[in-house]
C-alpha cells in the first residue's frame, strides 16, 4: 500500500465554535484533523507491475473466479474463463503503463469528521485499457443471437461489476 505521513492534531475548542455544542460529523469531542503534507505523488508504472504480481497470486485469481461464481454466469467459468484473459491484460497494461503520457499521479488523504479516506486519480490509459478489458471479459456473454433488453443489462451490469474489482486490484 501507499505510505502516506499524517499529523494528527486535537483543536481545544469546537470546529464551529460557541454556534454549535458540536461538529455535526463527529460523535464525540475529539475534533481532530490532519496537518501537514497530505498529498503524495505515486508512480503508475509502479502501480501496474503491482497488479501484474498481485494477479498472480492465488488470492486475486481465485477472487475474481468468485465474482463469476456468484454473478449470474456461473458458467463463464467453464466455457470461457476470465482469469486467464485478465492475466493478459493485466501484463499488456503493465508493459504499456511506463508510456503512459502521466508517469505520477496525485494521492490525497481526506479527513472527514470521524473517518479517513484514500484518494487517487487514474489515467486516461488505465480508464480506457479498464473499460475495453471488462468488455473483453464479457465478449462470449454478448455473442448470443437472441439477447433480450434484461439479460443486455445483466451482462452490463456485471461488466461494472468486473470494473469495480479491477480498481480494487489497482488500490490495492
Given amino acids: 500500500g501507499l505510505k502516506i505521513s499524517m499529523g494528527m492534531h486535537n483543536f481545544g475548542e469546537k470546529r464551529w465554535g460557541q454556534g454549535l455544542l458540536d461538529d455535526f460529523r463527529s ?16 508512480r503508475q508504472p509502479r502501480i501496474a507491475e503491482e497488479m501484474e504480481a498481485l494477479m498472480k497470486t492465488d488470492n486475486w485469481q481465485l477472487h475474481f473466479n468468485a465474482l463469476v461464481a456468484d454473478s449470474k454466469f456461473q458458467s463463464l467459468n467453464e466455457k470461457d474463463p476470465i482469469v486467464p484473459k485478465l492475466m493478459e491484460a493485466v501484463k499488456v497494461h503493465a508493459e504499456k503503463a511506463a508510456n503512459f503520457r502521466r508517469q505520477t499521479l496525485q494521492t490525497r488523504f481526506f479527513e472527514t ?21 471488462a468488455g473483453e471479459l464479457v465478449i462470449s456473454l454478448m455473442q448470443k443471437k ?3 433488453e434484461e439479460k443486455r443489462s445483466e451482462i452490463d451490469k456485471f461488466k461494472e461489476v468486473l470494473k ?3 480498481d480494487r486490484l489497482w488500490y490495492e
Fill in 146 to 148: 437472441k439477447l433480450t
Fill in 27 to 42: 460523535t464525540n469531542d475529539q475534533n481532530t484533523r490532519i496537518i501537514g503534507d497530505f498529498t503524495k505523488m505515486v
Fill in 164 to 166: 469495480h474489482n479491477i
Fill in 113 to 133: 469528521g470521524d473517518n479517513y479516506y484514500l484518494g487517487m486519480e487514474f489515467t486516461r490509459e488505465y480508464e480506457k485499457w479498464k473499460n475495453e478489458t
